[in-house]
């Protein structure tokens, strides 16, 4: 079996080309390193079932030979980066969402799209489940990243409607872990960063909004499963963990976790950033027989130590 990932550089990515390796799969690992890094997949260049292609998946995409799945996982995931990028983040996943899912349809391969809880926006409901539609901007500043995951939602269940494309989309939620750039961003990596040097750990707002954290074998756990898995065409999944915490309880328990001596700060409030985040992962857990299995603390304590390593590098 032949897989296509795209983002292979990056966060889930790799990890994704790893789990496909070692479970047989031959990996066909395509990025632009726009947010990932060769460090990531460096250990898989030479492998007899690998191959990387440095490639934009903006553009027309086309691979001899037969490809059974294809991962759609191209695109800047952390706010930082999207609102850095913001039309590079609206093409690859409008137009790269229609290129590999033109090059799926071609290759009569399964199809993945790496969706988000973005969809959601500021949710109304509490804990989302994959019937609510969501609140979402269309023209904030995070509108680039949740408005072309909408987008691209639509356009897989468009492939699925009119050409019978087996499409499947994973909701992911906030997922940490080794190989996050410890300077992209995202909470958890920027928190874990500011303990270890002993700097203040920077809150947007009141620390009162939540996050519920996934730890990435867990999350790479359930796309495997969504992957593989018969008689899924046209289903969407949330994938997370529904533990839930505030911003606030998240930055004293780094600060515990690191025995660091920073102090936290309140920074001004980001635009719409979404007050509370919770999945509900009801159907993962009755269709998929998926569940996280690693608890917060358990999963930051591997990551806090992946992390000591590598502070002093700019990764
Ligand atoms: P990441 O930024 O680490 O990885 C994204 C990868 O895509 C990078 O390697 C980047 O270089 C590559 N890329 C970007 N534009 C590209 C292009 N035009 N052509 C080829 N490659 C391109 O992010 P991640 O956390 O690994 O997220 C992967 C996917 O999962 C994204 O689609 C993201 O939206 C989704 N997701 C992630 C999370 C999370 O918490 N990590 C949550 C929800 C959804
Ligand atoms: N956050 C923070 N300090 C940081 C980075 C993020 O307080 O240095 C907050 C952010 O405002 C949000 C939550 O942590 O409420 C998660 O942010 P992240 O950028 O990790 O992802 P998001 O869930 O917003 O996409």
């Given at each position: 079996m032949r897989v296509l990932i795209t983002g292979a550089a990056g966060f889930i990515g790799s990890h994704l080309c790893d789990r496909f390796i070692r479970e047989g799969f031959?990996?066909?690992?395509?990025?632009?390193?726009?947010?990932?890094s060769p460090n990531n997949i460096a250990h898989l260049f030479g492998h007899p079932s690998f191959k990387f292609l440095h490639y934009n998946v903006v553009n027309y995409i086309y691979i001899?030979?037969?490809?059974?799945?294809?991962?759609?996982?191209?695109?800047?995931?952390?706010?930082?980066?999207?609102?850095?990028?913001?039309?590079?983040?609206?093409?690859?996943?409008?137009?790269?969402?229609?290129?590999?899912?033109?090059?799926?349809?071609?290759?009569?391969?399964?199809y993945i799209f790496a969706s988000s809880s973005e969809v959601y926006g500021s949710p109304h409901v509490h804990p989302q489940p994959e019937t609510y539609w969501g609140y979402v901007n269309p023209i904030g500043p995070r509108s680039v990243y949740d408005e072309a995951k909408r987008f691209s939602e639509a356009l897989c269940m468009a492939y699925y409607r009119e050409h019978g494309l087996d499409v499947r989309i994973a909701r992911i939620f906030n997922t940490y872990g080794q190989r996050m750039r410890i300077k992209d961003g995202r909470v958890i990596p920027t928190f874990i960063e500011k303990a270890l040097k002993g700097e203040p750990l920077?809150?947007?707002?009141?620390?009162?909004?939540?996050?519920?954290?996934?730890?990435?074998d867990d999350l790479i756990d359930g796309l495997f499963k969504l992957s593989l898995r018969d008689g899924l065409e046209g289903e969407v999944?949330?994938?997370?963990?529904?533990?839930?915490?505030?911003?606030?309880?998240?930055?004293?328990?780094?600060?515990?976790?690191?025995?660091?001596?920073?102090?936290?700060?309140?920074?001004?409030?980001?635009?719409?950033?979404?007050?509370?985040?919770?999945?509900?992962?009801?159907?993962a857990k009755s269709i998929l027989e998926w569940e996280p299995k690693t608890p917060l603390t358990h999963g930051l304590v591997e990551v806090v130590s992946w992390f000591r390593d590598r502070v002093g590098l700019s990764l």
């Open positions: 031959y990996v066909i690992g395509m990025d632009n390193f726009l947010t990932g001899e030979g037969k490809v059974d799945v294809v991962v759609h996982l191209a695109c800047p995931a952390s706010p930082v980066d999207y609102i850095k990028n913001p039309i590079h983040t609206m093409k690859v996943d409008s137009l790269g969402t229609l290129n590999t899912l033109g090059f799926a349809k071609l290759k009569g391969a399964r920077p809150i947007y707002g009141d620390g009162l909004q939540t996050r519920s954290f996934c730890y990435i999944f949330n994938l997370g963990n529904p533990e839930e915490i505030t911003i606030i309880d998240l930055a004293r328990l780094i600060v515990e976790l690191t025995e660091s001596s920073s102090q936290i700060v309140n920074l001004p409030p980001r635009p719409d950033d979404p007050p509370r985040r919770c999945p509900d992962i009801s159907k």
